[in-house]
């Protein structure tokens, strides 16, 4: 036996105690680095940044940072409480260099700052390390997740009917959806198991339909199922970015009219850039009158089904066959926080799998259940937790005020820009967020002006601003971003942001 | 303006501060929960804890932990240290109700006790909620990744050409070198970008050739790409269940005789039941006489990389197009920890995506550079930060000495396994676990026995041991299996394991 002191363990009946110290030393890590920081994001360039991290790893006790085969390392392992040197340097580092979504200048991506109470729910996970892909790794976190899954179910609406699992995201959840609908649409038109023999090679062209604001992993979903990116049909938007029914109820005539197969419509409820919601209701008619699936990626407005004042936006939702939402977007959780729900648990037969190690069939006789056949994934962590804690904390209501708070907030911006001469507001914010751009003297000039003052807000280490493009061709479609999803935010916070923006967007151009 | 008193955020100036009494409270609670639970696993039926676990989500304030649209809950936000009942009941009823891979007598699955410096380090994480798709929303994590990957890479052998990214495991690492080599070895065969365009339908049935000891996930991978399960090959196995390197080279010629195309040879470095290593120079020599993509499944068997004992079991590893590697098995980080790893960066190809809102081209050439087209997936924790907490405190060497303290555990096992007269031992550990079985009188009855006594131990809470299945058919292929992952254990507890399996069998044969 190697004689070794082996470094703490975050388990058993002595882990807490071991935590207890180190915890401490990230708390006053990261109060130290925001301070240092002192901001929404590090000046500087990001090639400064990366020499910053790269001198950190390396210095001092730089050569011990990491270990080299052959390296000559005599460094004792830290005892509880012990060595917390690394710890408490890289995590100065990192909470320096952060981009912090808990400032009131940090608003650009569906990107929030978490609640603390969720980020302690989250410790335990990490301390307790179950893994949800067998009983006997995640005893009661298996319950939990099935229980909470329940939940949000009915919160979406679907009858008892319903499954789920707990995702990494929306994007993730986009797949399982569009695979799910990819074994059972196109494998029932071609009398064939997809899972099993693969894409058939004499079936239909299959076609996806999603409008042209939907997010990129609807396309690089198809691209991953083998359908390739161009079995997406791109539904064109209202100027609200919002799908037209009549363009989706023509290209599916059209599908039709050419042999190939509508296997899947794709609407979103609240698209990245300016939370629209597709008609609902509207592309369920048009999916169930073609047989297709009908996907709905409400990973950003799903967060409408907490506030009593938005909710009636998601209606229809309940009528999709799969549904993604996103808890660590609306819903104040740290990363990740994806949920994937479908409207009949039977749906979800192509994904199940029997492994002997994990979920022999007399173990599930038993009641030894596993959640292994809900998943892409085998190991798992249960993110489920930190949700249920949420909610135990804050009710349906309590998220529901914070919701509300936000789409206020989006509200002041929006009516911030519309009063500002060199401002340009694209729409009226549909849930909290939305787009604008700086008008600079010289029209051609708008997407140089705009993209550049948005870097020169991060390089001074002033304000994180989004930055997108409306669809469609040629210039002009850049357009700049506010998403505010901080409650503890203020009206005069933001309208003080965007007249931030307009000042840099006259530095800017003079520059030019 | 909605007027709210808005919780507590874990970020900002005064972010550490409000976590500070929660996460105190969840010290506690683990505490607790662990004291509770008095064990590897809480005792009783699965069905008496999931009562439990539904009890405990409705009482007590029971209607308002899961509030509905219409309830009408009068709860009071928490302010910082403020109301934090939910988070220590649900915590310690999580804590009472893990499997504890801390205990001695938690030694099942692939599934490691994490050390509290990389716990401690998970936190800060979580109250940054940095994510890795644009470097906006992390800009020092960003660094950071890219810094630890080059590390692994080296690690590995890989020249400085290597690519990678943090994955959620094996599973989406197997399925990401599949993905590549799909579009990669089958994209070129048949001539067109199967991302775009999709499976062509006239080219030549594409196959892997994977052991039959291989991870399931590549199977499901290969449902998921639009293959089919049905286009795994799979290779004979000796009795250490290593890859048969005469039946992979013959297998591979059948298939080029047959006109099918030989896409990937998938080779596993510590196969999940016996940590068996497949002969990585021969099926690299293989793969490449056959033009297929060699993909190494390390997830378990890469933590030998840390030890100078083992790592020459990995010869040949630096050979893969593709490798994965998982620090939440062999590398006691907390879930997830997995990481994708190819020799050539210009193979990502087909994964390389533009969005408008997070990577534009002007944003990129000035610098700003994103992981986006790394990933399957978009928003992403970064999960590279525990791992350099972790190497940078404890080195290469001291991660390596846990290794062989494990693999000296596993052969004190094995050892007291073979001495036993009514257990009988499958082979000696390759790394840290290995295969036996209970011996009844009655030779027919060993599965019933074997699979019985590991569901006695876990309804009596007294230990959670591995069950799995010998590759193969008919019966007499049940086995128990101890994975040893916790450097704290000691042989005589190890040996004591052992002998409780013994009792429990002569338990359950008497039932019978």
Excluded at 258 to 280: K, N, W
Excluded at 382 to 406: M, N, S
Aim: with cysteine; charged share 20%; proline share 6%.
């Amino acid at each position: 036996m190697t004689a070794v002191v082996a470094p703490a363990l975050s388990g058993g009946v002595s882990g807490a105690a071991a935590l207890g110290p180190m915890v401490r030393t990230v708390l006053e890590a990261l109060a130290e680095g925001a301070a240092r920081r002192g901001g929404p994001i590090p000046a500087g360039t990001p090639q400064e940044l990366f020499a910053r991290v790269a001198r950190a790893l390396t210095e001092p006790g730089g050569d011990r940072a990491f270990g080299r085969p052959g390296d000559e390392l005599a460094h004792a392992f830290a005892g509880p409480g012990g060595d917390d040197d690394a710890l408490r340097r890289l995590t100065t580092l990192v909470a320096a260099g952060s981009a912090d979504p808990a400032d009131p200048a940090c608003a650009a991506h569906l990107h929030c700052p978490p609640l603390a109470v969720a980020v302690a729910a989250d410790l335990a996970v990490s301390a307790l390390n179950p893994s949800q892909d067998s009983w006997d790794q995640a005893p009661a976190t298996t319950a939990l997740e099935t229980l909470v899954l329940g939940e949000l179910a009915e919160l979406v609406g679907y009858p008892s009917t319903a499954a789920g699992v707990l995702t990494s995201g929306g994007t993730e959840s986009n797949l399982m959806g569009l695979m799910l609908a990819r074994d059972r649409v196109l494998g029932r038109a071609s009398g064939c198991r997809i899972e099993r023999s693969g894409l058939p090679a004499g079936a239909p062209r299959a076609r996806i339909f999603a409008s042209a604001a939907a997010h990129f992993s609807v396309r690089r979903a198809a691209a991953l199922l083998g359908l390739g990116e161009d079995a997406v049909v791109t539904i064109p938007v209202d100027r609200d970015l919002r799908m037209n029914q009549d363009e989706l109820a023509a290209a599916l005539r059209e599908c039709v009219r050419r042999g190939e197969l509508p296997m899947a419509v794709v609407a979103t409820a609240g698209t990245t850039d300016t939370g629209a919601i597709d008609p609902l209701n509207a592309c369920a008619d048009l999916a169930a009158e073609h047989g297709a699936w009908m996907h709905v990626d409400a990973a950003y407005g799903g967060g409408a089904l907490l506030s009593d004042r938005l909710a009636p936006l998601l209606a229809g939702l309940e009528r999709a066959d799969s549904v993604s939402l996103d808890w660590h977007k609306l819903g104040w959780q740290p990363v990740a926080a994806g949920v994937f729900l479908v409207r009949r648990a039977e749906t979800y037969a192509s994904l199940a799998r029997r492994a002997a190690y994990l979920n022999p069939a007399d173990d599930e006789d038993a009641g030894y259940s596993s959640l292994l056949g809900l998943s892409l994934r085998t190991t798992r962590r249960p993110d489920a937790f930190k949700i249920a804690v949420t909610l135990a904390t804050l009710g349906r209501d309590g998220l529901g005020r914070l919701v509300d708070t936000c789409h206020d907030l989006a509200h002041a911006g929006a009516a911030a820009v519309r009063t500002h001469p060199r401002l340009e507001l694209h729409a009226d914010p549909v849930l909290t967020a939305f787009l604008f751009r700086y008008l600079p003297a010289d029209p051609a000039l708008a997407d140089r002006v705009n993209a550049g003052l948005r870097r020169r807000l991060l390089r001074e280490g002033r304000a994180v601003v989004g930055r997108t493009e409306l669809p469609g061709e040629g210039p002009g479609r850049v357009r700049l971003k506010l998403t505010l999803l901080n409650p503890h935010v203020t009206a005069t916070e933001v309208e003080r942001l965007v007249h931030l923006v307009a000042a840099a967007g006259e530095a800017e151009e003079e520059t030019l």
